[in-house]
């Protein structure tokens, strides 16, 4: 279980590198023009790419991000490597889920 | 004669410190100055040494809030204004006094794989290994590990996760996977890669800035670290 967590936790970092250094650029890129709803959901909805973009990037962060927290509880909460596991996947669950909820309100 | 203050740990979990003072010579180790206390003021002290020579690793304890190997510290490298505090090792139950448990540590040994498993027989031919070879040059770094446990008291990953197997345990199980005649690699690594194992390091290397020998564990536990990595990914280690 530790190595699979371990494992998954460096690859994801390993993905989220770029996504990240893309998502700055456009941020940049974004508000050059003034930043309105209507010009950035011109540019992201209905694409597929920036559907995939994001898609790919909220599951890289759902996955990482809760390894991270199991172990900061493990470490240092009282709480057991059972219960710091359940909670962070807890965790990970709700970033999925806000994550393909900004997905579908962007790109939908 | 001067004198030195020497605050020494007296009981269980719940002792309390004992105030000393003994005379200042001019070559004195830790070891010798709790060997003094014993032997002139407090014959009921409990303390562990046996080689004095920095062999044996049996004799560390917490000078001044750091784990040290006491027989080959110097009064003059570590006494703050002729001021000495001696404690038992962190991260161990206290027996008594300046002796402490060390049975989970020793465990962790056998968890993380750590005895030796050879492939041959007394029978077989002895196999030769280059000492240049470079899996050997691995396993040498990291082979003179003295059992003192001055690493293990000094991980802060112990202190918080008392399962993790820490850093001792983890630079015996990285020179058994390097060392070719050790005939269960896959099952060593299996154990020093799995629950509780190098993944729980972050890496900051306490315990290598602690180690007496000069040995580098979180080098060792990186080298599992990537290992575990690589052999994921189906890449020959
Ligand atoms: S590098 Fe790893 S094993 Fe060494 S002290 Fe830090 S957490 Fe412990
Ligand atoms: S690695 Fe160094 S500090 Fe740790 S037990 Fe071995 S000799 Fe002692
Ligand atoms: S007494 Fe043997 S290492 Fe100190």
């Known amino acids: ?42 540019r992201t909805q209905g694409s597929l790419w920036w559907g995939l973009f994001y898609g790919l990037f909220v599951v890289a962060v759902a996955i990482h991000a809760p ?14 490597r059972v219960a710091s596991g359940w909670l962070s996947l807890a965790f990970g669950l709700v970033l999925l889920w806000l994550g393909a909820r900004a997905i579908q309100g962007v790109v939908l | 004669m001067s004198t030195l203050k020497v605050k020494i740990w007296r009981g269980e979990e719940d002792g ?8 200042a010579r001019e070559n004195q180790t830790i070891l010798d100055v709790v060997t003094e206390v014993q032997r002139q003021q407090e014959p009921g002290l409990s303390y562990r040494f046996a080689c004095r020579v920095g062999v044996c690793g049996s004799c560390a304890m917490t000078v001044n809030g750091k784990p040290r190997w006491t027989c080959r510290t110097h009064i003059n490298a570590v006494a703050k204004d002729g001021e000495i505090t001696i404690e038992p090792l962190r991260n161990m139950p206290v027996i008594k006094d300046l002796t402490c448990d060390m049975t ?17 027989t007394r029978k077989d031919k002895v196999v030769t290994i280059p000492p240049s070879s470079p899996k050997r040059q691995k396993a040498d770094a990291g082979i003179e590990c003295i059992n003192c446990a001055v690493c293990y008291a000094a991980c802060d ?31 060593v690594l299996d154990k020093a890669i799995g629950d509780n194992g190098c993944s729980s390091c972050h890496s900051q290397g306490n315990c290598t800035a602690s180690c007496p020998v000069g040995l580098s ?15 994921f990914l189906g890449t020959e280690v």
């Open chain 2, 217 to 231: 564990p979180s080098q060792s536990i990186h080298g599992l670290k990537r290992m575990s990595l690589l052999s």
């Open chain 1, 67 to 80: 390894i991270g927290l199991r172990n900061i509880l493990k470490e240092w909460t009282p709480l057991s």
């Open chain 2, 157 to 187: 990953t112990v202190n918080w996760d008392s399962e993790y197997l820490g850093p001792a345990a983890l630079n015996r199980a990285w020179t058994l996977v390097n060392d070719e005649r050790v005939g269960n690699q896959k099952e």
């Open chain 1, 1 to 42: 279980m530790d190595r699979m967590l371990f494992v998954l936790q460096r690859l994801t970092a390993l993905l989220l590198l770029p996504l990240i250094i893309g998502h700055l650029i456009v941020i940049l890129y974004a508000v050059k023009g003034g930043l309105t709803s209507a010009e950035i959901l011109a």
């Open chain 2, 104 to 120: 989970d540590f020793f465990q962790k040994w056998q968890k993380a794989g750590g005895t030796f498993k050879g492939t041959v």
């Open chain 2, 16 to 23: 309390e410190f004992q105030s000393f003072e003994v005379p």
